[in-house]
């Protein structure tokens, strides 16, 4: 079916008429929308709240008001019915079929400063151009510029494409809204709503050259569980990722997202049209370039450093940038002298929501990544996770979706064989909220005595397990903890007493479910007493 968009005096009129009747969709107030779908389809009855009629939605209604895209012409006639205009006087009267390369980006993304990927950009030009992939997947930690790259891919081959869209689904679109919005850009919607939209779309997807980008994948995923799982009311979306992979057509989609959803896994590969590209820290060279946008000196003492402490990260260096330059005058080294990372105002917030959607194995597994403060193997991860009992095939399982969600390092042992570890700066963030945590526990078990009340000093130790089976002391996490109670204990018994009279209590106990409790309250006693 035909689309049509109105001119640029149609746009006026049709702003100052939705003006005029005060009409802004909210929650509270989709009057437009319940008006347009009567007339689409009068037979129904129509309530706020939704859903409307086939071709109403607040994006369509967007388009509409903007004029930059054409809607379906059945649409945009309601619209102009409901606003009193004629939609002969307001429409453009060049063709209603979409222009050559039309475009539509969602949002206004600026990558006119843009540094480095060189290497990047040509590979997934390659994949997207030379391989003719079908679906390549961006992935990678908060920050490192996905969306960016993805836009400033896709501005570089729009002219590859007889078509551009990009949504973001940060807002939670549900799929069928997003196939509604895909069909209708396209300007290949029927007149009536096709029985299987999906079908209808790879129909489309077929006949024309498109480039779809998804930005935010992540949010239609759920939080609490293994990476890579569906949200409730999102599980359709694992049939579009997985049939717009497998199907043939002539079109690519872009998924950009922090973590990788499950299916994606057995569906890429190397020689596939279906590619996973994991997103790393910049070079040294673009690193630097940031650094001098930032006013610092990228030839100064400790710049090498600097950037391989923050991985590359062109976030994290902005911000570091910012403080080097604000609090030490410019001068890497004297920031890089401090004893401790340093990471802002703003990544703590980025670590926490990627935190948040970790399930409770892989959360108990971050920590003792961050503890042990050094690449460990699977082997030793086993062994600090057994009072949480999960057996190798779940602790595997817990790794995998911890690399899907690019949290994990991974390193080759010098002896062979493979260690896990977390980066620097995550490593930092997390040391710190298990120090709170651990004193936190420790005063309130202390003060009460309730066991139900604690839960880190039962799954984790305030000691590592040398290779000789001895326990020694994490003197870093002991004398932060020390200096923290010296400073803020209230309590008007003396502290070692309290914890030896709770070894005492405990001694006798053979409760398994105590963990690490009476070797934690051992270790701090000893520390306490020192």
């Keep these: 079916m035909a689309t049509l968009k109105a001119s640029q005096l149609g746009i006026a009129r049709i702003q100052q008429a939705r003006k005029e009747r005060g009409w802004r969709w909210n929650e509270d107030d989709d009057t437009c929308f319940i008006q347009a779908s009567q007339i689409l389809e009068p037979s129904r009855n129509w309530d706020t709240g939704g859903p409307y009629a086939y071709g109403v939605s607040l994006g369509t209604w967007k388009r509409f008001l903007a004029g930059k895209v054409p809607i379906s012409a059945r649409t945009f006639q309601a619209y102009c019915q409901i606003l009193g205009l004629n939609w002969q006087e307001v429409v453009e009267r060049r063709s209603s079929r979409l222009d050559p390369s039309q475009q539509d980006w969602d949002e206004a993304i600026d990558v006119t400063t843009f540094y480095g990927r060189t290497t990047e950009l040509q590979e997934l030009e390659q994949w997207i151009v030379g391989d003719r992939c079908r679906l390549v997947v961006i992935s990678g930690i908060a920050g490192l510029g996905k969306t960016n790259l993805s836009v400033k891919l896709a501005r570089q081959l729009q002219d590859q494409f007889t078509f551009v869209l990009r949504r973001s689904l940060r807002h939670g679109i549900a799929l069928p809204d997003l196939l509604h919005e895909c069909i209708t850009f396209l300007g290949e919607q029927p007149d009536n709503p096709p029985p299987d939209p999906l079908s209808y779309l790879l129909e489309v997807l077929r006949n024309y050259r498109c480039l779809l980008i998804l930005d935010d994948v992540e949010t239609i995923l759920r939080s609490g569980q293994l990476a890579g799982q569906y949200r409730e009311g999102y599980q359709a979306y694992g049939d579009l990722i997985t049939r717009l992979g497998q199907e043939r057509h002539q079109s690519c989609v872009l998924l950009i997202t922090r973590e ?123 062994q600090y996770l057994r009072f949480m009992a999960p057996s190798t095939s779940v602790v595997v399982a817990t790794l995998e979706s911890l690399k899907r969600r690019s949290l994990l390092e991974m390193h080759r042992a010098e002896l062979g064989g493979i260690q896990f570890g977390l980066e620097p700066v995550l490593m930092k963030y997390v040391t710190g909220q298990l120090t709170n945590q651990f004193y936190q526990e420790i005063l309130t078990f202390l003060e009460n005595g309730e066991l139900e009340a604690i839960a880190l000093l039962k799954t984790h130790c305030l000691a590592e397990l040398s290779p000789q089976k001895k326990w020694l002391p994490r003197q870093w996490l002991l004398t932060k903890l020390t200096e923290r109670f010296t400073f803020s204990f209230s309590l008007a018994t003396n502290l070692s007493d309290l914890v030896h009279t709770a070894q005492q209590r405990l001694a006798q106990t053979t409760d398994p479910e105590l963990g690490y409790l009476l070797l934690n309250l051992q270790i701090l006693g000893k520390a306490l007493a020192d």
């Excluded at 926490?352 to 193997?377: C, F, G, K, Y």
Aim: net charge neutral; aromatic share 8%.
């Design 260 to 382: 990788k959803p499950r299916n994606i896994t057995s569906l890429a590969g190397e020689s596939a049209p279906i590619r996973d590209f994991q997103l790393g820290g910049l070079d040294v060279e673009s690193a630097q370039k940031i650094l001098q946008m930032k006013g610092v000196n990228p030839q100064a003492k400790g710049t090498f450093e600097l950037i391989q402490l923050y991985r590359g990260h062109p976030l994290a260096l902005k911000l570091m940038a910012t403080t080097i330059q604000d609090i030490f005058g410019g001068e890497i080294y004297e920031f890089l002298n401090q004893s401790t990372l340093v990471f802002g105002d703003v990544m703590p917030g980025i670590f926490h929501d990627q935190l948040q959607r970790l399930s409770p194995l892989e959360r108990a597994m971050i920590n003792w990544l961050a503890l042990a403060n050094h690449p460990v193997t699977l082997q030793e991860l086993r």
